[in-house]
Structures are given as structure tokens and as C-alpha cells.
């Protein structure tokens, strides 16, 4: 079996006016020198999908909300639904993330309902999932990630468009990263929890790792067994430090 190449995904959280479209072509340009050795996509806010899906128009960059509504449509004063995502042009979507399970409070079930919203939508849901610092100075960040794969990731997808991402709440924006061998081990239980919940279709799901992902560390997280991509916030917003990580990933 071929290997799938490494699915780099940009996350620019709440960062971003009209003028970044601009740092988005640069970005898709470089993805299109690297078209068969990488999957690039670009997680804007959603002010921004339908004018970076009309700018980098035939160039290889997918282009994803970074959250969306369980609810198909009505009275949700502020609240996106996944059909309206893809409506704009969106393919895929970020949902759980830790800043939304925060902030927001959301839980594994919410996530869980939004995945499948958007799966529905014919989006690509990217369900994240990492323990906090308190839980990982416990020694208890496999227990933790295990129950919340468990918990967000819908049986219901089995066979349909998915991936995961396993970002640790500590290493998200503080430039903290877990060893290679932390990571290989919250991977490996994240295939096997894969496996348990969406039988032989889960070996088909790309494991991304996220939290201060970077030019210099991407190819030593790359290089960790069952890491499939990689899913980058701060060093996704300059078009200088995302390309140099798309070309790492691909070299
Ligand atoms: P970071 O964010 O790369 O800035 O650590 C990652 C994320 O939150 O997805």
C-alpha cells in the first residue's frame, strides 16, 4: 500500500482580514509545486472562505471552517451551520478544538453531533481531541485522549470522509512539544481506539498532531509512527513560515 502523503491543515483561529487572502496565495502557490507529496489545507475564518476559495481557485489548498453548528438551520443568533460552510465552498472543518471545549464549553457529545453535521453537509470533519496540563503531569494522557476519541468520534462515520487530531492543551501556542516518544504513544492508542470504534475503516483515518508545530520540528513529528499531518495555528498565518513547513513535510 502506498503511504498517503502528509496532510498539513493551517487553523488561523480568529486572525485574518481581507489583505491575508494575499499570504493565502503564496501559501497555495507553494502547495502547488508540492501537489502529489503533500494535502494542504487552510482553516480561515469563515469572513474569509468564500473570498480565499474564489482567490486560490485551481490551486491545491482545500479550504475549512474552523467550527460549525450541530443544527441544521434556525434560530442560533450567531451560529454557523455546516451547510452554510460548504455553501461558501468550504470542504472540510475543524471541530473540538480545544479553544471551543474552553471557551465554549463544549463537551465530547457536542463535538460528536457537530462531526456529524458536518459530514452530512459533505464536509471533512477534523475532530480534535488532547489532554490538559494538569491531566498530562498526572500520567493521564492516554486515558484521557482514549475516552474522548471514544466520546467525539460518531460511529455513524465509519467509511466516510474523516481525520483526527491529537493536539495536547499545553503544547498549543506556549512553543512546548511533547517527545517523539509521547506522541508515538498517544498515536498508536488513538489508531487502536480508531480501529475499536470504526472497525477496519479506521486505519484509513489521518492522525494529525498539533501544538506549537513548526519550520524546524515538522519533520521530526512527521517522522513519528502513525503521525499522518499536521495541524498548525500560529505558523500557518505567515506565508514564509507555512510553506517552509509544507516543503519540510515533503522533502
Ligand atoms: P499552535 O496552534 O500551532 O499555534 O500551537 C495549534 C492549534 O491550536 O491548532
Avoid at 53 to 58: D, F, P, Q, Y
Avoid at 90 to 103: D, K, N
Wanted: glycine residues 10%; negative net charge; aromatic residues 4%.
Amino acid at each position: 500500500m502506498i503511504a498517503a502523503p502528509p496532510f498539513i491543515v493551517g487553523n488561523w483561529k480568529m486572525n485574518g482580514l481581507g489583505p491575508a487572502v494575499g499570504e493565502a496565495l503564496e501559501i497555495a502557490k507553494a502547495a502547488h509545486v508540492k501537489r502529489s507529496a503533500a494535502r494542504v489545507a487552510l482553516c480561515p475564518p469563515a469572513t474569509l472562505i468564500e473570498r480565499m476559495v474564489r482567490g486560490l481557485a485551481g490551486l491545491p489548498v482545500e479550504i475549512g471552517g474552523q467550527d460549525c453548528s450541530a443544527q441544521d438551520s434556525g434560530a442560533f443568533t450567531g451560529e454557523v451551520a455546516a451547510r452554510m460552510l460548504a455553501d461558501a465552498g468550504a470542504s472540510l472543518v475543524i471541530v473540538g478544538h480545544s479553544e471551543r471545549r474552553t471557551y465554549h464549553a463544549e463537551t465530547d457529545q457536542m463535538v460528536a453531533a457537530k462531526a456529524l453535521a458536518a459530514s452530512a453537509a459533505g464536509l471533512e470533519p477534523i475532530i480534535c481531541v488532547g489532554e490538559t496540563q494538569a491531566e498530562h503531569a498526572a500520567g493521564r494522557a492516554l486515558a484521557v485522549v482514549a475516552a474522548q476519541i471514544a466520546a467525539s468520534v460518531p460511529v455513524a462515520l465509519a467509511g466516510r470522509p474523516l481525520t483526527l487530531a491529537y493536539e495536547p492543551v499545553w503544547a498549543i501556542g506556549t512553543g512546548l512539544v511533547p517527545t517523539a516518544g509521547e506522541i508515538e504513544e498517544v498515536h498508536a492508542l488513538a489508531r487502536v481506539t480508531l480501529l475499536t470504534i470504526l472497525g477496519a475503516a479506521g486505519k484509513g483515518v489521518a492522525i494529525l498532531y498539533g501544538g506549537s508545530v513548526k519550520p524546524s520540528n515538522i519533520r521530526e513529528i512527521l517522522a513519528v509512527p502513525e503521525v499522518g499531518g499536521a495541524l498548525v495555528g500560529s505558523a500557518s498565518l505567515r506565508a514564509a513560515d507555512f510553506t517552509a513547513i509544507i516543503e519540510a513535510a515533503c522533502a
